[in-house]
């Protein structure tokens, strides 16, 4: 079964640090998203993407975050400069359309902000 | 946003049927209802959807309300590879937020 593939698996950097988490979605999907989820708590939106531009985003996502599809596999969500609180699991997911389809999800990039 | 409403937690003995409820008294006409779990140190897994029908498949079946008020999550046979949190979710256009969900134990 096709499945959303992320990586790294761990990400350690330095508060301040640009980092760049990876995904590539199910190679069909046209909707693509990125959630994030601190250690103990609820997974939290922050951005759907379709067509090249950002669909809908949360209040959390603000002007530190950026996402890009930069070629026709991959899908990156940037941090421009990390914070502590930024330590959390990043989720990405996919989708082949929007409500009547379900959300496909990688397994998650642990960023560690130190 | 359209909100959901679950239980905290809910128990169950390993290989009997789990009723997991979810209200949603103000979802609309164009809502889906989802329901995904989370294993530990899992990402989200989707389990199953439906708009207005019951649906079954080979992982639970979903019961919907008549007036979509309400909504149950139905596992056949629960397992020990079934602990994980349950969460009801209301999906429209682009995006999809998750509550606290119900956080599942299966007793052996």
């Known amino acids: 079964e096709p499945e959303v593939t992320q990586t790294p698996s761990h990400q350690v950097t330095q508060m301040g640090q640009e980092v760049i988490l990876r995904c590539v979605p199910i190679?069909?999907?046209?909707?693509f998203y990125w959630y994030r989820q601190i250690l103990g708590q609820k997974v939290e939106f922050l951005v759907s993407?379709?067509?090249?531009?950002?669909?809908?985003k949360s209040e959390i996502f603000d002007d530190q975050f950026s996402v890009e599809r930069p070629d026709g596999s991959n899908f990156t969500l940037k941090i421009r400069s990390t914070k502590l609180e930024d330590s959390a699991m990043y989720f990405c997911?996919?989708?082949?359309?929007?409500?009547?389809?379900?959300?496909?999800f990688g397994n998650g990039t642990r960023l560690t902000v130190t | 946003d359209a909100k959901t409403t679950q239980p905290n937690s809910m128990e169950s003995n390993e290989e009997e049927p789990v009723h997991l409820p979810c209200n949603h008294s103000?979802?609309?006409?164009?809502?889906?209802i989802h329901w995904y779990r989370q294993l530990p140190s899992q990402g989200p897994e989707y389990v199953i959807h439906g708009l207005t029908s019951n649906v079954n498949n080979r992982m639970a079946s979903l019961a919907i309300a008549e007036d979509r008020k309400s909504s149950t999550l139905i596992l056949h046979r629960a397992t020990l590879r079934d602990a994980a949190v349950y969460y009801c979710?209301?999906?429209?256009?682009?995006?999809?937020?998750f509550g606290a969900g119900t956080r599942l134990t299966v007793k052996p």
């Open positions: 979710i209301l999906r429209d256009l682009n995006d999809m937020r």
């Open positions: 190679s069909n999907h046209l909707y």
């Open positions: 103000t979802i609309s006409g164009t809502d889906y």
């Open positions: 997911a996919s989708s082949s359309g929007w409500g009547n389809s379900p959300l496909h």
């Open positions: 993407f379709y067509n090249n531009e950002i669909s809908e």
